[in-house]
């Protein structure tokens, strides 16, 4: 299957890339949950349904996701943030056919950012001269400033849960702080390393309980993968699942999570607050426009 391209366009076109862009945070209370996995997996899952794809390293501090991959990168967001280097130089391909925009590890300046740094950081992306369709921004654990700016400008906050009781009271204290204080109503929530098929659904339903006791906040089960020891071994050879163990039970779950956002609908306008991409939810009047080779 040919990959999907990203091809780079000037800024002063910017308004022809009309289409939206699905933009999904894959957030969690605490670390260790697999976040980082859920992250990559989709990306490719989505990359070989010829989907665009930009995977946004969100732990600006403590960056993995270059790793999971056994990629090199030259530059950071390091190098974006300091003014060395724009977001479209510091982009680079992954071989699964997405692309991803790298963070640094050990950069104790990034992890302590501000609220306005990370908005700066969100509106840059309005500048990436790049044709895409999906976003995926794999966040920090916890509820950093970084987490909860990340998480509010996303469309979709997807939720990663396993059964342990630190998950679950450390991802009910992300949406609780999400919904009370930065506006975010809706959830998907994801069950991770599930040992009995089924089990995420239940899972869901413990965590779905006390969620609806105490916050006004509506959840939806987005799935669940297995544990796998297929994910384990991808996760030591550095790369995704769906690359090296494609029949494998974790490959066809994340393959069916795919299919599944990639249904989940786009807003049809701005919500009110900073968001990716915003200028491209705004309706424009129509405008002719060369075509971009």
Wanted: charged content about 20%; hydrophobic content about 45%.
């Amino acid at each position: 299957m040919r990959r999907p391209e990203l091809s780079l366009i000037n800024n002063s076109n910017l308004e022809s890339l009309g289409q939206p862009v699905q933009v999904i945070a894959v957030t969690g209370g605490k670390g260790g949950v697999g976040k980082t996995s859920v992250s990559v997996n989709l990306a490719t899952a989505l990359a070989a349904a010829s989907r665009r794809v930009v995977l946004l390293d969100g732990d600006l501090g403590l960056a993995n996701a270059d790793v999971f991959l056994g990629l090199s990168p030259r530059y950071t967001l390091a190098h974006v943030i300091s003014g060395e280097r724009t977001l479209d130089e510091v982009i680079i391909e992954a071989p699964q056919g997405f692309h991803v925009v790298p963070a640094a590890s050990g950069a104790a300046d990034l992890a302590s950012m501000g609220a306005a740094e990370h908005l700066g950081l969100v509106r840059a992306f309005s500048e990436l001269a790049a044709r895409l369709d999906v976003l995926i921004v794999d966040t920090a654990a916890g509820i950093a400033p970084g987490v909860l700016q990340f998480s509010q400008a996303s469309q979709h906050v997807l939720v990663v849960i396993c059964d342990e009781p630190a998950s679950l009271t450390d991802a009910y204290a992300l949406v609780k702080v999400l919904s009370r204080n930065h506006g975010v109503s809706r959830f998907r929530v994801l069950a991770n390393r599930i040992r009995a098929p089924g089990g995420g659904a239940e899972l869901f339903r413990r965590f779905e309980r006390v969620t609806a006791r105490f916050l006004d906040v509506v959840l939806e089960f987005a799935g669940e993968i297995p544990e796998d020891e297929y994910l384990r071994r991808s996760v030591c050879e550095q790369r995704p699942v769906l690359q090296g163990y494609p029949a494998s039970p974790a490959a066809r779950a994340f393959k069916k999570l795919a299919a599944a956002a990639d249904t989940w609908p786009v807003p049809p306008g701005p919500r009110g607050n900073i968001e990716f991409f915003v200028e491209r939810l705004v309706k424009r009047n129509p405008v002719r426009l060369e075509v971009v080779p």
